[in-house]
């Protein structure tokens, strides 16, 4: 069974910046899409971002030019740079694979394959 396995989520006031990290044990990233989705409080999960299989991106509009997400295959890891973060970017953030398909690229998580558990993210003074 395949486990994703995020970290770097923390407690931010606004305007700061985190790093989130997304791996998996015995699991190899390269070759599949990766993405990031977050669940606020109270809301739905959506799409944040997501790298394709040839490191194409994609972006949700709320985080364009803010987020960036980056594939270190040596390392086995994609992160998610957060930078001038805001209050409504709270929630519970969570890395997912996509070995087949092209739903990540869409920001859909119904497509994705492997999830992980999440790490939260809040934005507060």
């Known amino acids: 069974q395949v486990q994703l396995v995020e970290s770097g989520g923390d407690l931010v006031q606004p305007g700061g910046s985190l790093r989130l990290s997304c791996t998996a044990p015995?699991?190899?990233?390269?070759?599949?899409?990766i993405g990031w989705f977050r669940q606020a409080p109270g809301k739905e999960r959506e799409g944040v971002s997501c790298i394709g299989r040839r490191d194409d991106t994609t972006y949700a509009d709320s985080v364009k030019g803010r987020f960036t997400i980056s594939r270190h295959g040596a390392k086995n890891t994609v992160t998610l740079q957060m930078d001038s973060l805001k209050p409504e970017d709270t929630g519970i953030y969570y890395c997912a694979a996509e070995v087949y398909g092209s739903s990540c690229l869409s920001l859909y998580s119904s497509g994705m394959d492997y999830w992980g558990e999440g790490t939260p993210v809040t934005v507060s003074s």
């Open positions: 015995g699991f190899t990233l390269d070759g599949s899409n």
